[in-house]
C-alpha cells in the first residue's frame, strides 16, 4: 500500500470513537496522509458518530443483522458496498465489536487493521487488560495487526508497551493502555500511508514504535 494521494480510511466503530477521534486529529494536523472517507457504526447512537459528525466527516449506522457478535449475510454486504462506494483503501477497525469474516476479509484482503488493548499473541478477545490485570503480567500494552479469520490472530504491524503497576484497577490499566492506543494506532497507519510496511505471511517491517 503506497500512496502519494491521501490514503482513504473507512472507520468501523462501536463505542465512544477515542480512537477514531486520535486518528482524524493527526490527519488534520498533518501527521497523517490520509482522509477518513467515512465512519460506519453497528451501534446506533454510539459515540463515534458525534465525533464524525463535529468534524464533518462523513458517517452511518448501517443494521448489523440478526447475530450478536457478526454481521449477518445481507450487513456484511451492505457494509462492503458502502466501503467500496467510498473507494475506501484501509479499513481501520476502532472499537468495533463485531468479527468479520468471509466476504468482508475477501473485498478487503490484506486492508483490514484492529487495535487490540494487549500485547498480542497474550490475551486476545474481551477485557483483555482485565486478563493481563488478572494474570498477574508487569507489562502490557496495545497491539494493530491486520485482521485475518481469526480472533486477535493477524499479523502484527505494531506494539506500544504499558507497565502494571502495583496500585492499578482494571479501570486504571485501562485508561493507560488506551492513552497507549491513541498514539500507536494514528503512527501505524501514517506508516501505512507512506506505504513503509511491508508484509510476508505473519512476518512485517517497515514499523517500529517507541517501546513506550
Ligand atoms: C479500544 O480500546 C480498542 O482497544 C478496542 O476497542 C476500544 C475502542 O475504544 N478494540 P474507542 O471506541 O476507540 O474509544
Not at 481469526?150 to 506500544?160: C, P, S, W, Y
Not at 492513552?179 to 513503509?196: K, N, Q, S, W
Request: net charge neutral.
Amino acid at each position: 500500500m503506497s500512496h502519494a494521494s491521501p490514503l482513504r480510511l473507512g472507520v468501523l466503530g462501536s463505542g465512544k470513537g477515542s480512537n477514531f477521534c486520535a486518528i482524524a486529529d493527526a490527519i488534520a494536523v498533518g501527521s497523517v496522509n490520509a482522509e477518513v472517507a467515512l465512519v460506519l457504526t453497528d451501534v446506533a447512537g454510539a459515540g463515534i458518530l458525534g465525533h464524525a459528525e463535529s468534524r464533518r466527516i462523513p458517517s452511518r449506522f448501517l443494521e448489523p443483522g440478526k447475530f450478536r457478535t457478526k454481521l449477518d449475510e445481507a450487513a456484511e454486504a451492505a457494509y462492503v458496498a458502502a466501503l467500496v462506494e467510498a473507494r475506501v483503501d484501509l479499513v481501520v477497525l476502532a472499537g468495533f465489536m463485531r468479527i468479520l469474516k468471509g466476504e468482508f476479509l475477501r473485498a478487503f484482503e490484506g486492508r483490514v487493521i484492529n487495535i487490540h488493548p494487549s500485547l498480542l499473541p497474550s490475551f486476545p478477545g474481551l477485557e483483555a487488560w482485565k486478563q493481563a490485570l488478572d494474570y498477574g503480567v508487569k507489562i502490557t500494552g496495545c497491539t494493530v495487526h491486520f485482521v485475518d479469520q481469526g480472533i486477535d490472530t493477524g499479523a502484527i504491524i505494531g506494539q506500544r508497551a504499558v507497565p502494571v503497576l502495583d496500585a492499578d484497577t482494571a479501570a486504571s490499566l485501562h485508561e493507560r493502555i488506551q492513552l497507549a492506543e491513541r498514539v500507536l494506532y494514528p503512527e501505524v497507519v501514517a506508516a501505512l500511508a507512506r506505504g513503509e510496511v511491508q508484509s510476508r505471511g505473519r512476518q512485517t517491517r517497515g514499523f517500529m514504535a517507541a517501546p513506550w
